[in-house]
C-alpha cells in the first residue's frame, strides 16, 4: 500500500494536504470525509474534506477519525 509521509507534506505550506488537519470529536470537527467514486480503480475511492460550517482564517482544520483509523493503529480513539 501507499505510505504518506506527513511531516514532510506538513512542512511544505505551499499547498494544503490532510497533514495539515487534527483529529477532533463532536462540535469541534469542522470538516466533513465524503468518499467520491474512483472510476480508474472502484476499490479505492477518492476522498474529499468540506467544511460543515463557517472557518475562520487561521483556524484549525479538525475532523473525526474514522474507527479504521484507529484498529489500523491499534490504539484507542482520543474522545
Known sequence: GAA???????A???RFTIAHTNHAVGDAANLKRV??????NLQRPRIA??????????????????ASYWSAKDDTPVL
Not at 468518499?35 to 480508474?40: G, Y
Open 4 to 10: 504518506i509521509d506527513g511531516a514532510s507534506m506538513a
Open 35 to 40: 468518499e467520491l467514486l474512483n472510476l480508474q
Open 49 to 66: 474534506f468540506f467544511t460543515s460550517r463557517d472557518v475562520s482564517d487561521g483556524e484549525e482544520l479538525q475532523w473525526t477519525y474514522n
Open 12 to 14: 511544505d505550506t505551499s
